[in-house]
């Protein structure tokens, strides 16, 4: 037989990712096999195995390789921050939880590694992983916050980094929601935009 190209074998493995993660977001991390997803993928599952160790190595490489999209919200509301910080903020959080709901990647992505946190195996190289994206997106956060301070939109002595984990909490409560919610009186889309805007107008409401 002759030996996989590198290009090849680079397909083979994002095939695998892929495959994994619409496998673990729609039936569980614990309900789906190496077998399944190799199965799935079209490969042996000796193929599966010479790309990935084990199901927390495979788990760890789908944490490297795909994160929620709030570093294309940031850019895109960071030049409005000037003008209202907090209405930049609601923006930012608003847009991203809209994408996590819209593109199927993204939905995915939040999932297996927020919805169904609960069943992520504990391993120090995934913890160190999503730890660092959440400080990201604290950070992104924070920066909005202060720079409603500066503003007077929200007081001076108000801690923004205790705030920031707030609101993140607030944004992924209601993504859970809209994810798991069967009401179809409403879109999600306006869901979302109703919780976020209300979580910030109770911080505008704090302003001296």
Not at 31 to 36: D, R
Not at 60 to 87: C, G, K, N
Request: glycine share 4%; aromatic share 8%.
């Amino acid at each position: 037989m002759a030996r996989r190209s590198r290009e090849e074998a680079e397909q083979t493995r994002q095939l695998l990712l892929e495959t994994a993660l619409r496998h673990y977001a729609t039936y569980g991390i614990h309900q789906t096999s190496l077998k399944a997803i190799a199965a799935d993928a079209g490969v042996t599952h000796g193929a599966l195995y010479w790309h990935f160790k084990n199901r927390d190595d495979l788990i760890v490489a789908l944490a490297s390789t795909y994160t929620l999209p709030f570093e294309r919200a940031y850019m895109e509301h960071l030049q409005a921050i000037d003008q209202d910080a907090l209405s930049a903020l609601a923006g930012f959080l608003t847009d991203t939880a809209k994408v996590v709901l819209r593109e199927t990647q993204a939905s995915f992505t939040f999932s297996v590694f927020y919805q169904r946190r609960a069943e992520l195996p504990e391993v120090p190289a995934l913890n160190e992983i999503l730890q660092s994206e959440r400080m990201l997106w604290l950070d992104y956060i924070d920066r909005f916050l202060k720079q409603a301070r500066k503003q007077k939109q929200i007081r001076k002595k108000t801690k923004s980094q205790p705030m920031a984990e707030v609101l993140l909490s607030q944004m992924f409560g209601l993504l859970i929601l809209c994810l798991w919610s069967e009401d179809e009186s409403a879109p999600v889309s306006t869901l979302i935009a109703t919780g976020i805007e209300n979580a910030i107008r109770g911080l505008d409401a704090t302003k001296d």
